[in-house]
């Protein structure tokens, strides 16, 4: 089985990449609803958390750990893979695809405060786009819209504005999803830029990379089950899984300590 976790509900965005990808095996999504957001947290905090979770799915007899957060990655890849005994897959901002799609040479990244304040993204900064512009934004709020399922919302588009606006305005023509919740937000977002900015979201290179795992570690397929955990409450987050999924699914609440 392939385990994934995320804050909430954003890395249900690379769950559907590697689900396109891999029919057959079987998957855990799990949805630390209780802490979420993370971006706004500590680094230890996020770090001791996603251990524990990590522990948790790898007891639960997950084969792969795909961490389908940025701002968990950023925190504690570096650990899990320090203490869990499974492979594990993280992600990252696509600042290496946007560098290639740029022609004004300046990229807008949106992501959580987390992700966009760590080691990790200033590495990635200088080992990839020390030639162009990085213009990054922190967009606190988005996360908490896309758990409620509030795609469209007059809330939504607002915060979107204000946080893209002033990017487009400094001559960004490509924008990086630094955040698995965003890509549910790609649609008002393509509204709200036009068709001539390139939008980047890592969510099919992660599932390619899942795919490449699955091989390298002999993992075989199962039935292609897909069970989903949350620490909230199992009638919230199934509510809204299934409009971000478009399909039915059943949501069970679980404790991690
Ligand atoms: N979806 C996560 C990310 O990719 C976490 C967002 C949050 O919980 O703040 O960064």
């Given at each position: 089985?392939?385990?994934l ?26 949805a ?30 997950a ?17 899990l ?46 080992r ?9 934004q ?31 305005a400094?001559?960004?023509d ?39 795992m699955?091989?390298e570690?002999?993992?075989?397929p ?13 009638d ?9 999924l478009?399909e ?10």
């Amino acid at each position: 089985m392939i385990a994934l976790f995320d804050s909430g509900l954003g890395g249900l965005s690379v769950m559907r990449e590697v689900r396109s990808r891999l029919p057959q095996h079987d998957l855990l999504y799990f949805a630390d609803t209780a802490c979420c957001p993370y971006g706004l947290k500590s680094v230890s905090f996020v770090q001791q958390r996603s251990l524990q979770i990590g522990q948790f799915l790898s007891d639960y007899g997950a084969r792969l750990l795909v961490v389908a957060c940025n701002t968990a990655s950023s925190a504690a890849l570096e650990v899990l893979r320090a203490e869990l005994a499974i492979p594990i897959v993280g992600m990252e901002p696509g600042l290496k695809p946007a560098v290639a799609a740029t022609r004004s040479g300046y990229i807008g990244v949106l992501a959580t405060s987390g992700t966009l304040a760590g080691e990790r993204f200033a590495r990635l900064v200088e080992r990839f786009a020390c030639q162009q512009t990085v213009i990054t934004q922190p967009c606190p709020g988005l996360v908490e819209q896309v758990e409620r399922g509030a795609i469209d919302a007059p809330r939504t588009d607002a915060l979107l504005k204000q946080y893209i606006d002033p990017l487009l305005a400094q001559g960004v023509d490509t924008l990086v999803l630094g955040c698995t919740h965003y890509p549910f937000l790609r649609e008002p977002i393509v509204h709200m830029v036009g068709p001539n900015i390139t939008i980047i979201d890592t969510g099919p290179a992660v599932a390619r990379h899942v795919v490449h795992m699955v091989s390298e570690h002999r993992i075989t397929p199962g039935n292609s089950t897909t069970h989903y955990l949350t620490t909230g409450s199992a009638d919230d987050v199934m509510s809204t899984a299934q409009r971000l999924l478009r399909e039915a699914i059943v949501v069970r609440t679980t404790i991690v300590t």
